[in-house]
């Protein structure tokens, strides 16, 4: 079974910028999570989907990151402009669906830099 | 707030020691807790725990959960240099929506 998968690997750009990334889950996931990892800390839920729908964003600073997942199965997660803060790990996740319970299962990651 | 807290935040220790990790938390509606180990890359699944006194066991790994006094151990037998990475603890919530809370994590590290 593939696992999530995730690209680019690595950014870096410099403050104001915009960058993309993208993650396409694990085959039949209805759930679906991006985490932002700064070094030395846990991962931090940005937005969780359950198929296309937004579930949670209370954690997504709005101003300057969106994310969508039209058709219930890969995302995207923007962030226009950066931030040299918003330097940190981005990882996406998916579950076979957190409301019934299943564990989460994590992508490489894009690492991104901004300078 | 929910929070989850790891102790200790990091250790070293030699090969063929025993160690034990700590997950503490404190959630609205919890459902579960999980452990990971984090190398160099993403956060890899070890443990889901739901019951408490339930032991899960996985080769020299190991862990149980207490939910009256609201913690998770992980502990790892016979450690191996292999063992050395970050482990998280992440609790599941359930208020409204459920989603995951980790803690910052706790780096091992196994000398040979």
């Known amino acids: 079974e593939a696992g999530v998968a995730q690209s680019p690997r690595y950014k870096i750009i410099e403050k104001r910028q915009s960058v993309a990334f993208w993650c396409n889950p694990i085959?039949?996931?209805?759930?679906l999570y991006w985490y932002q990892q700064i070094l030395g800390q846990g991962p931090k839920l940005l937005i969780q989907f359950q198929n296309n729908g937004v579930v949670d964003d209370s954690q997504l600073p709005k101003d300057r990151f969106s994310a969508e997942r039209l058709k219930g199965v890969d995302s995207t997660l923007k962030i226009q402009p950066a931030k040299l803060e918003d330097s940190a790990v981005y990882l996406c996740a998916s579950s076979l669906d957190i409301l019934l319970g299943y564990e989460q299962y994590f992508g490489p990651g894009t690492r991104l830099t901004v300078t | 707030e929910d929070k989850v807290v790891q102790s200790p935040l990091s250790l070293v220790v030699h090969e063929g020691d025993t160690v034990t990790l700590n997950c503490s938390y404190e959630?609205?509606?919890?459902?579960?807790l999980l452990w990971y180990k984090q190398e160099k890359k993403a956060p890899t699944f070890l443990f889901m725990l739901?019951?408490?006194?339930i032991e899960k066991k996985s080769g020299r790994l190991s862990s149980i959960l207490d939910k009256k006094e609201l913690f998770s151990i992980l502990n790892i037998t016979a450690t191996q240099t292999g063992d050395s990475a970050v482990y998280l603890c992440?609790?599941?919530?359930?208020?409204?929506?459920?989603?995951?809370?980790f803690g910052t994590g706790t780096r091992l590290k196994v000398l040979a």
């Open positions: 959630v609205t509606n919890f459902r579960s």
């Open positions: 739901t019951s408490s006194g």
């Open positions: 992440a609790v599941e919530s359930g208020a409204g929506t459920y989603k995951y809370i």
């Open positions: 085959s039949g996931h209805a759930t």
